[in-house]
């Protein structure tokens, strides 16, 4: 109740809502999607499937041709990328989005299990014990940055794995990881390619898309 009310206020306000893991229909999307939902996070996951007579979220995804479909961290194992690929192929490079993913696994206050990962982590009193399902365990410091951020992949190793698993070029590239998902909240006029008066921030890369240089504003950001 109230979910449309909710909609109008945000567009309003400019506040862009995406759907997510939702068992929705195709009809029920389609009647909301003017009210200001302009994509879907993390396509394909926890969402209600694709079915000839019930298309569903995803099928609603794919049939929107004014929709962005997100995807977080593309490892291959929670999308198999000839999943991703035929959402690729569905919506071209100009409706995709590849974003990142969060490390909260590593502030966990309850046992929690990994079925994609097949690791359980269980909260410790100096940190996180990972619990490998083949019966290997170890301690995870998660006050440290460096300790918990390979707990989830890296944004530019997952543009990385996008490179060599579907048929993308730099252009793609650029647009899928930069100027699509400024478009799509709106910050576009500030952020998302290089341009006069835009925020100088820039990821430097070498040929390989190994990251060299962050700089964040116009400063190299150390």
Request: aromatic share 10%; proline share 1%.
């Amino acid at each position: 109740d109230g979910a449309k009310e909710v909609a109008e206020f945000c567009k309003d306000k400019g506040i862009q809502l995406s759907i997510g893991h939702t068992g929705s229909t195709f009809d029920k999307i389609k009647e909301m999607k003017d009210y200001g939902f302009g994509g879907f996070t993390h396509t394909f996951s926890g969402m209600r499937g694709m079915h000839h007579r019930e298309l569903g979220v995803v099928g609603a995804a794919l049939y929107f041709e004014d929709m962005y479909c997100e995807f977080a961290k593309q490892t291959g194992l929670t999308v198999k990328h000839e999943a991703f690929d035929i959402a690729l192929r569905v919506k071209t490079s100009d409706k995709i989005i590849l974003s990142t993913d969060c490390c909260g696994l590593a502030m966990t206050d309850k046992p929690w299990h990994h079925y994609v990962r097949k690791i359980t982590l269980i909260p410790q009193e100096n940190g996180v014990m990972i619990k490998h399902d083949d019966g290997r365990e170890e301690i995870l410091d998660n006050s440290k940055y460096e300790n918990v951020r390979d707990l989830e992949m890296s944004y530019i190793d997952s543009v990385k794995n996008v490179i060599k698993h579907s048929n993308v070029d730099i252009f793609d590239i650029m647009k899928m990881a930069s100027i699509n998902p400024a478009k799509y909240i709106n910050v576009y006029d500030k952020k998302g390619s290089i341009d006069i008066k835009k925020d100088a921030d820039l990821l430097v890369i070498d040929k390989e898309f190994n990251l060299i240089e962050t700089i964040v504003r116009g400063s190299i950001y150390n």
